[in-house]
């Protein structure tokens, strides 16, 4: 199996054979046993009781655990003849799991790392991976710290995925597969910066790449990624019957940590996608939304992956909330994806009986929804193109969220106005080819709304002729106001603060202004300042604006995503909403009576012939330094009407059975009641 280049138009590695027509066995309801233990835990498992063991999952309306065969501390768990056992432990310990698990009737996948291993960088220092400057690649690490230093949370050295380490792994991850048979892998860690060890280096000559060209580099080291992860899947026996997961490689867009863009897509190595992300500590409950949406259009079934943690993996002694968990795995099935949490086995290898209390509850209140999720996909005529930056997509996704429109991440290429009914373009797109792509949306009758930077790579002539900008440029003030007018009036009669400035758009006679753009006084410097903040608005306006429609289509030349992302300002929230609104008169689903905090989804199911329609609500708060679930408060007479454009032949509620309330609207919509929403409340619509 040989991976290609990239393809120039889609970005993914094409590779033989990958495409699995079944789909893999996995659980609803996992849980990821973490067991990371250095040599200085002593003797290991030596509480370990099988029956105990897999009794506490079950007892927890757990259906697949992932079991370590081995850590990040390099350690095998089970009697390898290739790989270094932990020096504690006397008994094959991943083999009596994954034997009692099985009897239990559990699903049992095979938990493997990659380039985190410190016991075979250790032994073997050549295997490390390397900056430029021939530098041990580390994570969160200080090369220069004295061994009583204390030591930063997920601090690990990198280890380069090829020459003798690759064949290393490949040889220990075919003994697992041959004397286990798991029923997958999951292959941690695969990610790290570009690397330039000697068989790297010799590799990047060879095909005569730059050291010093970033480009080519990255490039290179998705290669390099690609060979190893398709070596790794054939060492695992990957294929329609035994699920692969190779982590890292489901994120959207590149990370500090290293993470590849999915735009390299290492994706397609997966048979199924985990999606890692731990709320409370990783930037709160909106980001798996968004990524749900964004992998949702590739096709493939989505795994949620959480923890337990109060904060993020390795916590001994961390515990969310019951409420915080329950909410979490509602919303994961919300999203259209399976559900895992993530715990950590303690040294003596008898489960915390208070995490699988906590985790029981809240998978035994999900427990009927099995099979709500398989083949579910957003629908939705509203539309979001990825852009380049995290930032404005996710601030745009939040707003749209807390307005309960639903919205799919779909690549340009793939807009129809028929299925589309407009699109946003919320900051540079990741292809100058968008553009095209988006020129024949409208040609056919799509409406586009574009934010700030969204057209800052936009030909000239396609700026003139699809959106009525003649000229453009960015500007360099520190900020300036928006003065709203026409159909945004009704935002506010002050002069409004923008935290960034806008785009200096010169338009088209025939365009229409809907506010225009105020300079400040003056820039806050050493030399002239104002106050404790931002100098004041010019009187009169500048003849730039702030938001202009051109035909269907309405531009906003300011970073209105990232702005309330990171600011929060009602202004731009609500400038968000209405200008979605206006160019999306007709959602797929409108929604009444339940406050920004809600999150609604729609999924369709085409196999089981049903939509349906999640409502959630609970009340997410900043605590010190992770975001908990507090309040969870009912809320009443929430009413969702949605447009689905086919007949509806029952309502009802999957988690009671009994039918739901709705009527049918003059227009063909359906508007679905909701009595009381604590928490979670579904509307399955039968077709
Ligand atoms: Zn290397």
Same mark, same amino acid.
């Given at each position: 199996m040989t991976p290609s280049h990239p393809q120039a138009d889609s970005g993914t590695w094409s590779v033989d054979g990958l495409a699995l027509t079944t789909r893999p066995r996995i659980g609803q309801r996992q849980i990821h046993l973490d067991f990371h233990t250095p040599a200085e835990a002593g003797?290991?498992?030596?509480?370990? *009781?099988?029956?105990?063991?897999?009794?506490?999952?079950?007892?927890?309306?757990v259906d697949h655990v992932n079991l370590f065969a081995k850590c990040h501390h390099g350690?095998? =768990?089970?009697?390898t003849e290739l790989g270094q056992v932990h020096p504690g432990l006397d008994f094959d310990l991943f083999g009596q799991q994954v034997e009692a698990c099985r009897e239990a009737g559990l699903i049992v996948g095979a938990y493997y790392t990659i380039a985190w291993s410190a016991e075979d960088v250790r032994r073997h220092p050549e295997w490390a991976g390397l900056d430029r400057n021939g530098a041990p690649q580390l994570f969160h690490m200080d090369a220069d710290a004295d061994p009583s230093d204390p030591r930063p949370i997920v601090s690990w050295e990198f280890l380069c995925p090829s020459g003798p380490y690759l064949d290393a792994m490949v040889a220990e991850v075919e003994e697992i597969a041959e004397r286990y048979e798991p029923d997958g892998f999951f292959f941690d860690i695969c990610f790290a910066p570009p690397c330039f060890c000697r068989t790297c280096s010799d590799g990047m000559a060879e095909l005569g790449i730059d050291r010093?060209?970033?480009?080519?580099?990255?490039?290179?080291?998705? @290669? /390099?990624?690609?060979?190893?992860?398709?070596?790794?899947?054939?060492?695992?026996?990957?294929?329609?019957?035994?699920?692969?997961?190779?982590?890292?490689?489901?994120?959207?867009?590149?990370?500090?940590?290293?993470?590849?863009?999915?735009?390299?897509?290492?994706?397609?190595?997966?048979?199924h996608l985990d999606l890692e992300d731990l709320p409370t500590t990783w930037g709160g409950y909106d980001k798996l939304p968004l990524r749900a949406r964004y992998f949702h259009t590739l096709g493939y079934d989505l795994l949620a992956i959480s923890g337990k943690f109060h904060t993020t993996w390795g916590e001994f002694g961390g515990y969310k909330s019951q409420r915080a968990l329950e909410y979490e795995v509602r919303a994961m099935i919300a999203n259209g994806a399976r559900c895992n949490m993530g715990d950590q086995l303690h040294p003596n290898g008898v489960l915390d009986s208070q995490t699988y209390e906590l985790v029981g509850s809240a998978y035994q209140a999900v427990e009927m929804m099995r099979g709500h999720v398989d083949g579910a996909r957003p629908i939705s005529n509203l539309a979001l193109c990825v852009s380049v930056s995290e930032d404005d997509d996710q601030g745009v996704a939040r707003a749209?969220?807390?307005?309960? /429109?639903?919205? +799919?991440?779909?690549?340009?290429? &793939?807009?129809?106005?028929? @299925?589309?009914?407009?699109?946003?373009?919320?900051?540079?797109?990741?292809?100058?080819?968008?553009?095209?792509?988006?020129? /024949?949306?409208?040609?056919?009758?799509?409406?586009?709304?574009?934010?700030?930077?969204?057209?800052?790579?936009?030909?000239?002539?396609?700026?003139?002729?699809?959106?009525?900008?003649?000229?453009?440029?960015?500007?360099?003030?520190?900020?300036?106001?928006?003065?709203?007018?026409?159909?945004?009036?009704?935002?506010?009669?002050?002069?409004?603060? *923008?935290?960034e400035p806008g785009w200096r758009h010169t338009l088209h006679p025939s365009a229409d202004s809907l506010g225009l753009i105020h300079e400040a006084f003056f820039d806050r410097t050493y030399g002239?300042?104002?106050?404790?903040?931002?100098?004041?608005? $010019? +009187?009169?306006?500048?003849?730039?604006?702030?938001?202009?429609?051109? *035909?269907?289509?309405?531009?906003?030349?300011?970073?209105?995503? &990232?702005?309330?992302?990171?600011?929060?300002?009602?202004?731009?929230?609500?400038?968000?909403?209405?200008? +979605? @609104?206006?160019?999306?008169?007709?959602?797929?689903?409108?929604?009444?009576? $339940?406050?920004?905090?809600?999150?609604?989804?729609?999924?369709?199911?085409? @196999?089981?012939?049903?939509?349906?329609?999640?409502?959630? =609500?609970?009340?997410?708060?900043?605590?010190?330094?992770?975001?908990?679930?507090?309040?969870?408060?009912?809320?009443?007479?929430?009413?969702?009407?949605?447009?689905?454009?086919?007949?509806?032949?029952?309502?009802?509620?999957?988690?009671?059975? /009994?039918?739901?309330?709705?009527?049918?609207?003059?227009?063909?919509?359906?508007?679905?009641?909701?009595?009381?929403?604590?928490?979670?409340?579904?509307?399955?619509?039968?077709?």
């Open positions: 003797r290991i498992g030596d509480q370990f *009781n099988a029956a105990e063991f897999a009794g506490t999952f079950t007892d927890a309306a350690w095998s =768990y089970y009697p010093d060209d970033d480009v080519a580099t990255l490039a290179y080291s998705n @290669e /390099r990624w690609a060979n190893a992860l398709a070596a790794l899947r054939v060492a695992g026996g990957v294929s329609e019957s035994r699920w692969g997961s190779f982590n890292g490689t489901t994120r959207i867009y590149g990370n500090d940590e290293h993470a590849p863009a999915a735009t390299s897509g290492l994706h397609v190595f997966n048979t749209l969220l807390e307005q309960h /429109r639903e919205f +799919v991440v779909v690549p340009a290429s &793939r807009l129809d106005p028929s @299925e589309h009914q407009a699109v946003v373009l919320a900051a540079a797109p990741t292809s100058v080819d968008v553009y095209e792509s988006l020129a /024949r949306y409208a040609a056919d009758g799509g409406r586009i709304l574009a934010l700030g930077d969204a057209l800052s790579e936009c030909p000239p002539d396609l700026a003139s002729s699809l959106l009525g900008i003649t000229a453009s440029q960015p500007s360099t003030a520190d900020g300036d106001f928006t003065a709203f007018g026409g159909e945004l009036g009704h935002l506010g009669a002050g002069l409004a603060y *923008n935290y002239q300042y104002f106050s404790h903040q931002n100098a004041p608005p $010019l +009187v009169d306006p500048t003849s730039f604006a702030a938001v202009h429609r051109y *035909n269907d289509h309405l531009v906003s030349a300011h970073p209105l995503g &990232r702005l309330y992302l990171r600011h929060g300002a009602e202004v731009h929230r609500s400038l968000i909403w209405s200008l +979605v @609104e206006m160019i999306n008169p007709e959602p797929t689903i409108s929604v009444h009576n $339940l406050p920004p905090g809600g999150r609604v989804t729609v999924l369709h199911q085409p @196999e089981q012939s049903r939509t349906l329609v999640h409502v959630l =609500y609970a009340t997410v708060v900043a605590r010190g330094e992770a975001v908990i679930i507090d309040d969870v408060v009912p809320v009443s007479d929430v009413k969702a009407t949605v447009r689905l454009g086919h007949q509806v032949t029952s309502v009802v509620d999957p988690l009671s059975g /009994r039918e739901r309330p709705h009527e049918s609207e003059a227009d063909g919509s359906l508007t679905i009641h909701f009595p009381t929403v604590e928490m979670h409340a579904v509307a399955e619509l039968r077709h």
